[in-house]
């Protein structure tokens, strides 16, 4: 009788996999971690949370940490001394507080102009091309995000510089005689963050703009409703999760960059990054003002973000009300 079961090569042995599978040790080992629901979850979870911890937590704990000792690299044979000193020269010096207020409001005030000018590209691909175009003008958007932001910013700079497109232009068409400075101003450096940062506020809300029923909208047009009170009672409401997600991110990942303010800002610009990073790149007893200056700064950015969750509705009671 001609032997059918597949687990059994065309040698005749056994394959790895049906060999596995009867083996009385991976049967109680499976059992063990997934012989119900609940171990399953643990399980499949397991991984991501571990990662969360070594990856993410662990690393910002550390620098918690070394923020209160006295000097970091130890010297051989000289222990951990705790102080004070690292976090209280922050709030005495000027020199560092007018830094790390430009860096917040700017943060806030880069955010809002982000919104401002995502909404309306995000409204348009969700609720005015049809679908089997979105993906297509989706992927236009994003291929200058291919690259990294470094490269970005040097495709900045070649727009705004003195012999840059937009000058280039200006002085084309007669419109100005010399090349308006535009480079080492907060104009380039605020250009520069929300060209970085659009990505991260179109995608949320394409992503809800375009879950909006139309029937909504063509409900509320019935009854009387313009265009704009549509937008103002209809779509901006239910639009207000994406606002928030993208709002968020864009407020958190501008107030951590390092290569754009260095590359576009001027001496008057000068973000709180720039003064983290002076501290890790000059003598190594500095290292632990510069890690109690990120951890103030990681302080503040996660209160300003909560504040603006809790704001938006978002205090565990969800988003819509």
Excluded at 44 to 61: C, E, G, R, T, Y
Excluded at 112 to 127: D, E, M, R, V
Excluded at 274 to 296: K, L, Q, Y
Aim: charged share 10%.
């Amino acid at each position: 009788m001609p032997i059918s079961d597949s687990r059994i090569n065309a040698s005749g042995r056994r394959g790895f996999w049906s060999w596995l599978s009867s083996n009385q040790s991976y049967c109680r080992a499976s059992f063990f971690l997934l012989g119900t629901k609940r171990r399953r979850f643990i399980f499949l979870a397991a991984i991501p949370v571990l990662w969360a911890l070594v990856a993410n937590l662990a690393p910002l704990l550390k620098m918690l940490d070394i923020s209160f000792y006295e000097a970091y690299p130890l010297s051989r044979g000289k222990g951990i001394v705790y102080t004070l000193d690292n976090w209280i020269e922050f709030f005495i010096l000027n020199v560092y507080t007018i830094p790390f207020l430009r860096s917040i409001i700017f943060s806030i005030i880069l955010t809002i102009s982000t919104l401002i000018l995502t909404y309306p590209i995000a409204y348009y691909l969700a609720q005015h091309l049809p679908k089997s175009k979105q993906l297509l003008f989706l992927l236009i958007l994003l291929i200058p995000f291919w690259v990294g932001e470094i490269i970005r910013t040097y495709a900045i700079m070649i727009l705004l510089g003195n012999r840059g497109l937009i000058n280039l232009i200006l002085q084309y068409f007669g419109l100005i005689e010399r090349p308006i400075p535009f480079m080492y101003t907060h104009f380039s450096l605020g250009i520069g963050i929300v060209y970085l940062t659009s990505l991260y506020m179109l995608l949320p809300l394409y992503s809800v703009l375009e879950q909006i029923p139309k029937n909504l909208l063509e409900a509320s047009a019935d009854l009387g409703a313009g265009p704009w009170k549509r937008f103002w009672r209809v779509t901006l409401p239910l639009s207000k999760d994406g606002i928030t997600s993208g709002c968020t991110l864009v407020f958190l990942i501008s107030t951590g960059f390092y290569a754009a303010p260095v590359m576009l800002g001027g001496p008057s610009s000068t973000m709180f990054s720039e003064t983290i990073a002076g501290h890790f790149n000059v003598a190594a007893d500095r290292w632990p003002v510069g890690a109690a200056f990120s951890s103030i700064m990681l302080i503040t950015t996660i209160f300003v973000a909560a504040s603006f969750l809790k704001i938006m509705g978002r205090g565990g009671k969800g988003i819509l009300r």
